[in-house]
């Protein structure tokens, strides 16, 4: 990548419609964003991969946490670059059943989101992927919230988004993060 291709990345602002987003789902679908429609927010949790065990707990916690956010009509779905093999047994090994999860999420579509990608340093890491992010998406297809992570660890909290849905859901809270 050229210096000037790193610097036309997305400034994505919240108010402004979101990236397109169509990925393939283990449920054999294409995934489209713009086909979604949630009462308040589709909440798009993009993760590492396979080889990641934060992840595994991350997604695990998701899953453990999606009908309280369905309850408040958020509609989720966690994505990665892995391949479908690997993908599948991300899947089993934490035992998802019920989050829907997208694959072959590839580099381009990355950066249109504005993630930030990483070259594996480690033999269990992929040679390029995404760093951990968080989405919420109103109904109009307007990005509302993001967090966009650049370690492992950079990740918010399910219990704390929860907590601050409860609170801005009935408020009918404005944008933030709507200038650069």
């Given at each position: 990548?050229?210096?000037?291709?790193?610097?036309?990345?997305?400034?994505?602002?919240?108010?402004?419609?979101?990236?397109?987003?169509?990925?393939?789902?283990?449920?054999?679908?294409?995934?489209?964003?713009?086909?979604?429609?949630?009462?308040?927010?589709?909440?798009?949790?993009?993760?590492?991969?396979?080889?990641?065990?934060?992840?595994?707990?991350?997604?695990?916690?998701?899953?453990?946490?999606?009908?309280?956010?369905?309850?408040?009509?958020?509609?989720?779905?966690?994505?990665?670059?892995?391949?479908?093999?690997?993908?599948?047994?991300?899947?089993?090994?934490?035992?998802?059943?019920?989050?829907?999860?997208g694959y072959d999420f590839t580099p381009d579509d990355m950066r249109r989101w504005g993630l930030y990608l990483t070259k594996g340093?480690?033999?269990?890491?992929?040679?390029?992927?995404?760093?951990?992010?968080?989405?919420?998406?109103?109904?109009?297809?307007?990005?509302?919230?993001?967090?966009?992570?650049?370690?492992?660890?950079?990740?918010?909290?399910?219990?704390?988004?929860?907590?601050?849905?409860?609170?801005?859901?009935?408020?009918?809270?404005?944008?933030?993060?709507?200038?650069?």
């Amino acid at each position: 990548m050229t210096q000037s291709e790193k610097t036309t990345s997305p400034k994505l602002l919240m108010g402004n419609l979101a990236p397109v987003l169509e990925v393939k789902t283990l449920n054999g679908t294409i995934w489209k964003l713009a086909d979604q429609t949630p009462n308040n927010y589709t909440m798009i949790v993009f993760y590492r991969g396979l080889h990641c065990p934060i992840c595994e707990q991350y997604i695990t916690d998701l899953e453990q946490k999606l009908d309280a956010f369905q309850k408040l009509g958020v509609e989720a779905i966690a994505i990665s670059g892995d391949s479908l093999e690997k993908t599948q047994q991300f899947q089993q090994q934490a035992n998802i059943q019920n989050t829907t999860i997208g694959y072959d999420f590839t580099p381009d579509d990355m950066r249109r989101w504005g993630l930030y990608l990483t070259k594996g340093h480690f033999e269990s890491e992929p040679a390029l992927f995404s760093e951990p992010a968080v989405f919420l998406i109103k109904p109009d297809g307007r990005l509302y919230f993001a967090n966009i992570g650049t370690h492992p660890f950079s990740r918010v909290d399910f219990a704390f988004l929860l907590k601050g849905l409860e609170y801005i859901i009935p408020r009918n809270y404005p944008f933030r993060g709507t200038e650069w």
